[in-house]
Nanobody, 120 residues
Framework: QVQVVESGGGSVQPGGSLNLSCVCSGAPYSMSVMGWYRQVPGQKREFVAAISRWGPTEYAESVKGRFSISRDNPKNMVELQMNNLEPEDTAVYFC??????????????WGQGTQVTVSS
């Protein structure tokens, strides 16, 4: 059974930083793509950032220059360093693991989410 677990969420003031971590376990292989999505009440889950097993990354326009994604392939672990956080970044952040070779659509392995709240 594949499990995806996120950690690192919390509450910060605007301009602050957080680092999210995600570990995918139970799979006998390294996920081709791992990434982050976020969701707020009344809105659909939206793409934030993703990274492939081979290095390429992709970011949503709203987070470019502020967020940075990285991964450890042998551990199926991915991190999201979030800097200069804004109130608009407030959401539940979900980790996604995808054995396929594309960033979109996301894979069907999801974590339960970690809350990020940005407020003054």
């Amino acid at each position: 059974q594949v499990q995806v677990v996120e950690s690192g969420g919390g509450s910060v003031q605007p301009g602050g930083s957080l680092n999210l971590s995600c570990v995918c376990s139970g799979a006998p292989y390294s996920m081709s793509v791992m990434g982050w999505y976020r969701q707020v009440p009344g809105q659909k889950r939206e793409f934030v950032a993703a990274i492939s097993r081979w290095g390429p990354t992709e970011y949503a326009e709203s987070v470019k220059g502020r967020f940075s994604i990285s991964r450890d392939n042998p551990k199926n672990m991915v991190e999201l360093q979030m800097n200069n956080l804004e109130p608009e970044d407030t959401a539940v952040y979900f980790c996604n693991a995808n054995p396929s070779l594309t960033f979109s659509p996301p894979g069907y392995y999801w974590g339960q989410g970690t809350q990020v709240t940005v407020s003054s």
